[in-house]
């Protein structure tokens, strides 16, 4: 029976932090053989007393605190330093595992695990049925993913969805992969960053469909869009390489964004581009739509979720622009 350390950083989430550690309390497995290690990244309200006051009686749990926000991958970097076993179980502050989760990782031969079936622990709103249905179009095999166990390698990275969400590293695979990160900032897309790295230290990856966690979306519509709004950033980071498979459109939406500002001063033109776009809406839409609800759903959402990453991909590209001055 294997030993673990569960890492669990959290800023902010009040409203999920303690149902996911009672998911953690409630494992299938001996306490003495694993324990829990909350990074605290310098909440601002009242998370880290709602951990504190649940954790009194558990002695296998224990907090701890950044003296300022230093984003997800420097605390879970911190998480593993203070780590005391060598198998790492990583889990976000919304998300819940399973009570055999540890049980079916122990059986396991892998060095990273991530899961290949996310699952909502209530019916899909329209911003889960949106998000889900982009990711499907995006990455083509992923619906099959989730029927399937599936290796990821640097030839087939890019083919794949994948997350951190919840994941699965040896230690010594972990530490060696983070601390390889050139810019593990809070702007950075840590999560695939991460798991591209790691393939320098491990031949693969295992996406596993019996890998299951439940996650709690975001319900409030404002932090969903601030949420769109920052993963901006984070794909520009990625997948602005020559190479990338999202290149050439990052290309067009910067040049896009020149043609919008000229166009503004030609107000006849504007009027014949937001005509086109009002078609493409509709297209859109259809494209990724399988019933009636999804179609109204996209056909209300694109315009507003799309308007706020498009804003985090121009604020990324503006980020970008020292590196291209080096």
């Not at 299938?28 to 829990?36: F, L, S």
Request: aromatic share 12%.
């Amino acid at each position: 029976m294997k030993n673990f350390s569960i890492i669990v950083p959290v800023y902010n989430e009040p409203e999920y932090i303690i149902q996911c550690l009672k998911k953690i309390d409630e494992l299938d497995y001996p306490k003495q053989n694993y324990e829990v290690i909350i990074i605290n990244d310098a909440s601002t309200d009242q998370t880290k007393t709602k951990i504190k006051n649940f954790i009194k009686t558990r002695k296998h749990f224990k907090i701890r605190t950044n003296p300022k926000n230093l984003g997800r991958i420097k605390s879970r970097q911190r998480g593993a330093e203070k780590s005391k076993f060598d198998n790492l179980l990583f889990v976000d502050s919304r998300a819940e595992i399973s009570s055999d989760t540890l049980k079916y990782l122990s059986s396991q031969n892998e060095k990273i695990i991530i899961p290949s079936n996310i699952e909502y622990n209530k019916t899909k709103s329209g911003l889960d049925l949106f998000f889900n249905n982009i990711k499907g179009r995006i990455y083509g095999a992923g619906e099959a993913q989730t029927e399937a166990t599936i290796r990821i390698t640097k030839n087939n990275f890019d083919k794949f969805s994948k997350g951190t969400t919840a994941c699965f590293f040896e230690k010594e695979v972990f530490l060696r992969s983070s601390r390889s990160l050139k810019d593990p900032s809070k702007n950075s897309s840590d999560d695939i960053k991460l798991l591209e790295k790691s393939l320098e230290f491990t031949k693969h990856i295992s996406s596993d469909k019996n890998f299951r966690i439940k996650y709690n979306s975001r319900d409030n519509f404002i932090k969903a869009l601030r949420h769109t709004f920052n993963r901006g950033p984070k794909f520009v980071d990625y997948y602005f390489k020559t190479g990338k498979k999202f290149f050439p459109h990052l290309i067009s939406i910067y040049l896009l964004t020149l043609i919008n500002i000229f166009f503004l001063l030609k107000p006849i033109i504007f009027l014949y581009e937001i005509a086109i776009l009002a078609i493409l809406l509709v297209g859109w839409s259809l494209q990724l739509s399988k019933t009636v609800r999804e179609f109204f759903t996209c056909l209300y959402l694109i315009p507003i979720i799309g308007t706020a990453f498009y804003l985090g991909i121009i604020k990324g590209l503006i980020l970008k622009l020292p590196h291209f001055s080096r």
